[in-house]
């Protein structure tokens, strides 16, 4: 009940709709449905405004200068006082230029070269998604709360912003929130200060929107390099990466369908293959999915901290 009231006292902030588009996400339209019937137990979730309903609290003022959530590539902040000494400013690259990095680089996308302190395998056969929260989520927010299992969560700074209600909802079901940064960019193509103000403004609307403050994250499209690491290790983020990809956002081209999903991860519980499984909770193909993947592997409250150490802490 309380996240019904949150939800109605969330107030609405005027930013221009273009600046909020999330290019990874299905179009969204600007009707008022609601997914009452799936999340009763919370109170009605608003869907599809794609704006920030999240209040900028003035803590977050005092700190940056601003009084609205920032677009997709959020400003570095002076002020915040982060040592950028020893960091080189390079190399950079891009997903398409992998052709210029080197080994010494240890690039995960390129390379799937893994730092020392990166988790990408877990004693455990685990569920991770991604890119959320999204109004497709407390369907299986829903399926969790029934089952009594718990997931990991990766979730976008800027979807936090947009919806508020469904991320308290996550946290209030106990589920492990770590952040997957502020607006999905591929951090080795970025300067040292954007890449800190990606990690920054993701920690920030976490702790504004439920008082979360992650300890894990995940780089979009494994975009993660030495650079990048010392960057996320001096922001008190360890890189948590993924061995077993389900594939399940070529669903929504139907280039892969449930049944082969399903097979592989059949395949994967038979054998007993552990490790950490890659998802998305922001369609409602990936949901579905999602739900019959916790019916076979659901583990109760194992999470991906539990991929580290058993007595891991969630948050700082
Ligand atoms: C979206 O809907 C809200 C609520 O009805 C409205 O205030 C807002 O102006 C709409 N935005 C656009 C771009 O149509
Ligand atoms: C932040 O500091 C840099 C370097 O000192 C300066 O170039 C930039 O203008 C400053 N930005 C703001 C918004 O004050
Ligand atoms: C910044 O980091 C460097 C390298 O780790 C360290 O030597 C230096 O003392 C740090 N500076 C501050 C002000 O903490
Ligand atoms: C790397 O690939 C990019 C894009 O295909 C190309 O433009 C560039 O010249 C290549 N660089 C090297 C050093 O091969
Ligand atoms: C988290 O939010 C509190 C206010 O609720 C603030 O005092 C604190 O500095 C924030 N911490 C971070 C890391 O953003
Ligand atoms: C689940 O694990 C977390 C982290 O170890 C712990 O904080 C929490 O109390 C556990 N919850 C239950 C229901 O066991
Ligand atoms: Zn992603």
Partial sequence: MKITVLAVLT???????????????????????????????????????????????????????????????????????????????????????????????????????????????????????????????????????????????????????????????????????????????????????????QLQWATWAMNATAGVIPKYFRPPFGGVDNRVRMIAERLGLTVIVWDLDTNDWKLTDQSRTLVDIFDQIQVWKTANIHGILLEHDNTMISVDAGIEISNIVGNGNITAANCKDDSAAWYG
């Fill in 11 to 197: 107030t609405f902030c005027s930013v221009s709709m273009a600046s909020f588009h999330a290019p990874w996400s299905r179009p969204f339209t600007n009707t008022s449905n609601t997914i009452s019937d799936s999340l009763s137990c919370f109170g009605p979730v608003q869907k599809d405004f794609y704006y920030p309903r999240a209040n900028f609290p003035k803590w977050l003022s005092d700190i940056t200068g601003l009084h609205r959530w920032p677009g997709l590539s959020p400003p570095y902040v002076n002020g915040t006082n982060f040592n950028f000494s020893g960091i080189p400013e390079g190399p950079l690259y891009t997903q398409q230029s992998c052709n210029v990095t080197s080994h010494s680089q240890c690039s995960f996308d390129c390379d799937l070269c893994v730092g020392p302190k990166d988790i990408r395998h877990c004693n455990y056969l685990i569920q991770t998604f991604d890119d959320g929260p999204t109004p497709d989520t407390p369907t299986l927010l829903h399926h969790l709360h029934k089952t009594g299992n718990k997931a990991s969560f990766f979730v976008l700074g800027i979807q936090v912003v947009v919806y508020p209600d469904v991320f308290r909802a996550m946290h209030y079901e106990g589920h492990f929130l770590a952040s997957h940064t502020y607006g999905h960019r591929h951090l080795p193509s970025l300067s040292n200060r954007d890449i800190v103000a």
